[in-house]
């Protein structure tokens, strides 16, 4: 039997996992965690290595150190943010935020995918606490309520087998099965959009600078990466994705380098693409009807995604951890049910308003910078003028460094 049983080790399924576990808190052994993992590659320590990298928010960073892997990251490489700046192109509507405006070492981080996983298993393991169940992947849940458990049927390399736990916890994504399985409705928005992802590398450094372009096809996002790297986070049409994703080498870079602008690169110098491949998403917004059933709870992408621009989504799910594990530890310390609804109402109230927020002010940001009207074309100039005021260009500093949830 379970205390909480966690299906996705993903970023914010293994977050959750970390936060419950003994490693830095003693007080959580008697807390008994499972993670059930479909890819056998992440067991064998083997991580994506498809360059793909998470903009981690200020206050995301404090989450982790909280929880006592934010070293593990720092120790394989993660890079600092000093300085975001916003426009539209190459016209000179810019805002520019930087680190020394809120008097921290930075606004936030770029950390690639595969370190982040790396450290969150790596501490995972060294958890006497928690159990690794991988390669496994969910066949069925029920909730025997008059035994007050989850039971949850699962196939592993040993066959088929029932779990039990007093909660499931959904962190595998925005398909996610458990959700499908719980029967909970979803709002969605699809966007005719296509995201591409790559990284290059510079020849001058990036001086760890970040930039969110925004062109006529959506926002276009250069991360920085090392101090000659940068991820490549390029919104492009539904009609233009193909026709980008089938270039040759040469001709893709020539397309990149007009979305840099002559500005920037002739402060970068010549740039060269360094990913084996050209990784592609489609972005969508999506809104569970409830995060919460008895016995069970989403995070994540499980309960919500957005569009990346701004960066925001794995910054939601972190803080959707931080939210969760506080109010389990709390309930464990306390003798409560782990399950019971009126514990898990804790935290679908502490995130419910804040993911909405991010979700729609996201919406409406890609909305309004990708539009050809002309009378939003002056609303969004107007707005990054009237953000380069000090006390707002703070205020949407604060939020977006995630302070607010820390």
């Known amino acids: 039997m379970f205390d909480v049983l966690i299906v996705g080790a993903g970023m914010v399924g293994a977050s959750l996992a970390c936060a419950l576990g003994d490693k830095a808190c003693s007080a959580n052994r008697s807390l008994k965690v499972g993670i059930i993992e479909g890819n056998g590659n992440f067991l064998r320590g083997e991580f994506t290595a498809d360059g793909r990298a998470s903009a981690i928010a200020y206050g995301s960073t404090q989450i982790w150190q909280n929880i006592g892997v934010w070293g593990g990251m720092q120790r394989r490489g993660v890079t600092p943010m000093h300085m975001i700046q916003v426009s539209e192109g190459d016209l000179p509507y810019q805002v520019q935020l930087r680190r020394e405006d809120m008097g921290q070492e930075a606004l936030g981080y770029i950390v690639e995918n595969a370190v982040t996983l790396a450290s969150l298993w790596e501490f995972a393991r060294e958890c006497s606490n928690i159990e690794l169940i991988c390669p496994a992947k969910i066949l069925d849940i029920e909730h025997v309520s008059d ?58 450094s990036h001086q760890n600078f970040a930039y969110e372009r925004f062109q006529s096809s959506g926002p276009f996002a250069i991360l920085p990466l090392g101090s000659d790297r940068s991820c490549i986070v390029w919104t492009a049409t539904k009609e233009e994705t193909p026709i980008l994703l089938a270039l040759d080498e040469a001709t893709f870079l020539q397309e990149l380098a007009k979305r840099f602008g002559v500005t920037l690169m002739e402060k970068l110098g010549n740039i060269t693409v360094i990913s084996s491949d050209r990784s ?127």
Not at 148 to 157: A, L, N, Q, Y
Not at 175 to 191: D, F, G, H, N, P
Not at 326 to 344: F, T
Request: hydrophobic share 40%; net charge positive.
């Open 147 to 204: 035994r007050d458990v989850m039971r949850v049927k699962i196939s592993s390399e040993i066959g088929e087998q029932y779990l039990e736990t007093k909660l499931l916890v959904g962190a595998d994504g925005g398909r996610s099965q458990v959700r499908q399985m719980a029967k909970i409705e979803i709002s969605e928005r699809l966007y005719e959009q296509t995201c591409i992802v790559t990284t290059v590398k510079s020849e001058n």
């Open 280 to 406: 592609n998403y489609s972005p969508r917004w999506m809104h569970s009807q409830t995060y919460i059933q008895p016995r069970l709870a989403l995070i994540g992408d499980a309960a919500h995604t957005t569009h990346p621009i701004a960066g925001q989504g794995m910054n939601l799910g972190i803080r959707d951890v931080n939210a969760l594990a506080k109010v389990l530890k709390a309930a464990h310390q306390n003798h409560e049910d782990l399950g019971a609804i009126a514990v898990l109402k804790r935290y679908e109230s502490k995130r419910k308003w804040d993911n909405l927020g991010v979700i729609w002010l996201t919406d409406i940001s890609n909305r309004l910078f990708s539009n050809h009207n002309w009378f939003f074309k002056v609303l969004r100039r107007f707005g990054l003028l009237l953000l380069q005021i000090s006390p707002l260009k703070r205020i949407l500093m604060y939020f977006m460094m995630g302070l607010h949830q820390v």
